[in-house]
Every structure is written in C-alpha cells, then in structure tokens.
C-alpha cells in the first residue's frame, strides 16, 4: 500500500474542487455560511438527515471503497440539490483535499477510530457517527489526538439535547433536572433499560461463522473496506448492515442503539467526567467471531449509582430511575404531558409533577449547533470528550461480554484493574498499516 504521507502530499498538490473553503475566504471564526463537508462511506446511514441532506453547510464530496456506491452516491447528492460533487474512491485522497472543512465519517464502527485521528491530523473537523469507536483504547486515542490538534468533534447521536428520549415520551431535560436538583436524594441511583430499548430486539444480529468465501464484487476494494480489521475473506453478510453481528466491526445491537441510550443517561445522571468501575455479565458465552445475546449487564459506579441493560427481559415494569429516597422516574403515559413520578405514597398527579419542574432550576444551556461550532471553535455539546465516556460505559459491557464474566475499572487510568484479559479487549491490536496510522 502507498505511504500515507507519500499520498497526502501527492494528492495535496492536486486542486480537486474550485470552491475555496470557508476557512480561506472567511478565517476560521468568521460567521460563515459557506462551510464545506464531505462524506466517507456511502452506505444506509449516509442517506439519513444529518449527512447527506443537512443543510448546514455545502455538500462537495463523498467517498467509499465500493464504486456502485460512489456512483449511487454522486446521483443521490445531485437529486438532493447539491450539484454535480466529486467521488472519491480513497479516502486519504478526501482527507488531504484543502477546500474540505468537515467530514462525516459513516462507514462502519471498525473505522471509526482510525478515520478520526486521521482526520484530525489532517485539519478536518469530525461528525462521527455512533458508536464513537469499538474500544476503550482507541475512544482514549481519539480523543487525546482531537484535542491536542484543536479539531471540532461531533458524534451523531442527539438525545441530550433534542428530542424525545427513545421510549421514554419526554425530552431529557425534566429528567436532569430531578437528578440535578436532588429531588432523587442524595445516595446512589439505579436505572433500568429494558425491553424495548433496541438491545434485545437486536439479537438477530448475529454473524455467520461458517458462511463460504464468495467472490468480490467487481469495484470493491474488500482490503480498504476491511482497513484495521483482521484479513476475513469475502462475504456478502459481513460487508452488508449485517456487519453489525461480527465482533471485528462492531458489537450487535449495543454498537447499534447504547450511544442513543447510554449518551443521554450518562448526561441526567451528571456522569460526563467518568466511567464505571464495576461490570457485571450474565448470559451465554460468546462466539470468537459472531455476537450473540446477553442476559443482563450491570454497571456499577464508585457512587454505587448502577445502570442494569436488561436483555433478558426480566425486569419489565422497572422504573428508568429509582432514587435512594425512594422517588421513581417512569416514561409519559400515553396522552400524558410529562414524564411520570411515583414515591411509596403512590403515583404524583401529573399537575404536581409540572409544578414542581416548572420551579426547578433549569439545566445549563448547551452548544447544539455543531457548524456554529466549526466557525467559533466553541466546542460541541456531544464532542470526543463526553462521547468518549458514554462510549466507555457499553464498550465495558462489551468486554464482559465476550471475557464471559465481570471485571473492575479504573475510570481514571481507562483500565482493568489486575486483569490483563480485560485489558486486551479494552486496548485491541489494529492491521497494518493502520495501526501507525491510529498510535503513531
């Protein structure tokens, strides 16, 4: 494979669009409208609203190592109003282009890491979609080469602070608010996610550990698609959205769905600054190769706050909060206008439940806007410092996963205390040269 930096400099000498950056025409603060982005990978997530058609700033480029979808992709961006864009096989070859101010990196979680640091290093503000990495290791890398570049970060989950919290009928706000205010007491909490919450209900992503090599498809680059994962030969179940049942590039319906869920809670519980120090597992061993289910999960923080993802689906009926005073927090009931409260006295009217966040002080406000933060260098409410740890909080439930058993954390130093077992699938190896890429 050509050097990366043989290539960056190569390509960087090439002028691949006319469109002059917004931070050449405007300077990096300026209150421009003229941002610019381009999108790596081009499968089904790309298409969704805050990719492909988000109108924040101007579409001019799309790669992905599969030429049917670059073509795909090129006659989607014309259809949705951006012109005639370039396609770009190479990923490098988009990174070292200069009229890029930000890339949406939508390839598979595998790719994740990598692709941020890359990015990062290459001047290139980061819309990463979820889940933010595949391990501890290298959500640690992403974020320490963000920041000590100054990069913008954004990772693509929005429950913090916009929209319904899936499932639950309300915003999160209310529900920070109560944690916020102390009106759950002031020991440990416990939450339940359980049915519903896209983890069981994703258990059918399993991979195929015995499935025949097939040939590759005729444009497909199967080596860049892979990238830092182990050499696999060819299926069309590994290298389609059943990607998500292998272990090599992602980790079933927990890589899928815990940032929507996880993100959110780790911001109500006021837990953005650190991570669990106790993981639990109950269920089946897992395969090597494919993901399978799991029974039930608990993690415990050093509070003694724990968070139970609950696959078995035996803790039906369970609040989302219980406070250590005693004080429940369960979703809106249908045709209701806020979450509902319930203490040993029974369920609080809902006239009660308004009054009391009507007078609760409000949660500070957050930076939502992620192209404002391109231009004022304001950081991102969901940026690679939070995101790293409520990415930490499933990629812990992961290793127990697949150790079989539990194990113990140390949030501060990001590993497994006396356990070089857990320490290997916190801090996995990468394929060549990718490896340098990410550590170097």
């Not at 499935?211 to 179940?237: E, S």
């Not at 319906?253 to 780790?266: I, K």
């Not at 993981?279 to 509070?303: C, M, N, S």
Request: charged content about 25%; aromatic content about 12%.
């Amino acid at each position: 494979m050509q050097n990366r930096r043989e290539f960056l400099k190569k390509a960087a000498a090439v002028s691949l669009f006319s469109i002059a950056p917004a931070r050449v025409l405007w300077g990096q603060t300026a209150p421009s409208k003229q941002l610019t982005r381009a999108l790596i990978g081009f499968g089904a997530i790309a298409h969704s609203a805050n990719h492909l058609p988000f109108k924040g700033s101007r579409l001019i480029g799309l790669c992905d190592p599969y030429e049917a979808r670059v073509a795909a992709g090129l006659a989607a961006a014309e259809k949705a109003g951006w012109g005639k864009i370039k396609g770009y096989k190479n990923f490098m070859e988009l990174l070292a282009d200069k009229d890029v101010d930000v890339v949406h990196i939508c390839t598979p979680p595998h790719w994740h890491g990598c692709m941020s640091v890359m990015a990062a290093k290459a001047g290139k503000d980061i819309w990463c979609e979820k889940p933010m990495t595949r391990t501890v290791g290298e959500g640690k890398r992403v974020m320490e080469v963000v920041q000590a570049q100054k990069r913008m970060f954004r990772l693509n989950t929005w429950f913090r602070f916009k929209d319904t919290f899936y499932g639950f009928g309300t915003p999160v706000k209310p529900i920070r608010q109560i944690v916020e205010n102390g009106m759950l007491g002031t020991g440990p909490l416990r939450c339940v996610f359980g049915a519903g919450q896209g983890f069981s209900w994703k258990f059918g992503w399993s991979g195929r550990v015995n499935a025949k090599p097939q040939p590759i498809p005729a444009g497909f680059d199967w080596d860049m698609w892979l990238g830092p994962a182990p050499w696999k030969p060819y299926t069309a179940h590994r290298a389609g959205s059943s990607f998500r049942g292998y272990w090599d590039y992602d980790s079933g319906g927990l890589g899928d769905m815990a940032q929507h869920y996880l993100d959110p809670l780790q911001y109500l519980l006021c837990k953005d600054d650190t991570s669990p120090v106790k993981i639990e597992y109950v269920g089946p061993k897992q395969h090597p190769e494919a993901v399978g289910r799991f029974d039930r999960l608990t993690l415990t923080y050093a509070d003694g706050s724990v968070v139970i993802l609950d696959g078995d689906e035996s803790l039906k009926g369970e609040p989302l909060l219980r406070g250590a005073n005693g004080l429940c927090v369960y979703p809106k009931a249908k045709g209701g206008k806020t979450l509902r409260l319930k203490d040993a006295n029974g369920w609080w009217p809902e006239e009660k439940v308004l009054a009391k966040l009507a007078e609760l002080p409000q949660p500070a406000p957050q930076q939502t806007d992620f192209m404002d933060s391109v231009r004022t260098r304001k950081q991102f409410c969901l940026n690679e410092q939070n995101g790293f740890r409520s990415c930490t909080m499933f990629n812990l439930a992961i290793v127990a996963e697949r150790l079989g058993r539990g194990f113990e954390f140390d949030p501060v130093a990001l590993r497994a205390k006396n356990d070089p077992a857990a320490d290997r699938f916190l801090y996995q190896s990468m394929r060549s040269p990718w490896d340098r890429e990410m550590w170097g």
